[in-house]
């Protein structure tokens, strides 16, 4: 089946420390993103793809690095630099050549930092 | 802008019932909007979209309707099951110059209770 895995489900780490979340797809998309999500609030953009090799800042980028080096994977950092990295981090997907369709979310990483 | 709380909007229905969830949205350049669902600890499973030279798309049990007048959307689910019970998002696609790449801007949200 086609669709994008995100992993671990749950995460835990200490003040300080740097994490990576995984997300990998198998649509052949060409566009990934990043999003947050916080309790009663919408999904705001971390960041996002277009491309390999390529990457742009969402509206909440501080604290956060990704890369892509394959277009099937786009990891996302969230380094100790992030003030409130407690949340929910949702990645998606989009097929690159047409604007109007939908991002297809993966069923996202629960990250809990103490 | 966006409002941002922690309480979000419910909606309590009985099975069977025709439910109603409704969205503003601000931009006036938005020209594509989706509704998603979410369940808990899921990610937001795609329900329908609509361009903005629609007004009406209806899918499986499902209707989405566009007002560009008063900048208005809403999503219309036919006879509600309790499988329906979840958190429903709006989202709105700017293609005005500068504007992030398929970026979707989100709403808040609202809960949707169907009871048995």
């Known amino acids: 089946d086609g669709g994008i895995t995100q992993s671990p489900k749950y995460l835990f780490r200490k003040e300080g420390q740097n994490v990576t979340l995984s997300c990998e797809q198998n649509?052949?998309?060409?566009?990934m993103y990043w999003y947050r999500q916080d309790p009663g609030q919408g999904l705001r953009l971390i960041y996002y793809?277009?491309?390999?090799?390529?990457?742009q800042k969402g509206d909440i980028a501080e604290g956060y690095s990704v890369s892509r080096e394959k277009k099937e994977s786009f990891p996302l950092t969230v380094t100790s630099a992030q003030k409130n990295p407690t949340a929910f981090y949702l990645c998606?997907?989009?097929?690159?050549?047409?604007?109007?369709?939908?991002?297809?979310f993966g069923n996202g990483t629960r990250l809990t930092v103490t | 802008g966006e409002s941002v709380g922690l309480h979000l909007p419910t909606l309590s229905v009985q099975e069977g019932d025709n439910s109603i969830i409704n969205c503003a949205y601000s931009?006036?350049?938005?020209?594509?909007f989706i509704w998603y669902k979410q369940e808990s600890g899921k990610g937001p499973q795609f329900i329908i979209d609509?361009?903005?030279?629609?007004d009406k798309r209806q899918g499986q049990r499902v209707t989405v309707l566009l007002n560009k007048t008063v900048k208005h959307l809403s999503l219309q689910i036919a006879a509600t099951q309790p499988g329906d019970s979840a958190v429903y998002f709006c989202?709105?696609?700017?293609?005005?110059?500068?504007?992030?790449?398929?970026?979707?801007?989100f709403g808040q949200g609202t809960i949707l209770t169907v009871h048995p």
């Open positions: 998606a997907s989009m097929e690159g050549a047409t604007y109007n369709s939908p991002l297809h």
């Open positions: 649509l052949n998309h060409d566009a």
């Open positions: 793809s277009q491309i390999v090799n390529d990457f």
């Open positions: 931009n006036s350049a938005s020209d594509y």
């Open positions: 609509i361009r903005s030279n629609m």
């Open positions: 989202a709105e696609r700017s293609n005005a110059g500068g504007t992030s790449y398929g970026k979707l801007t």
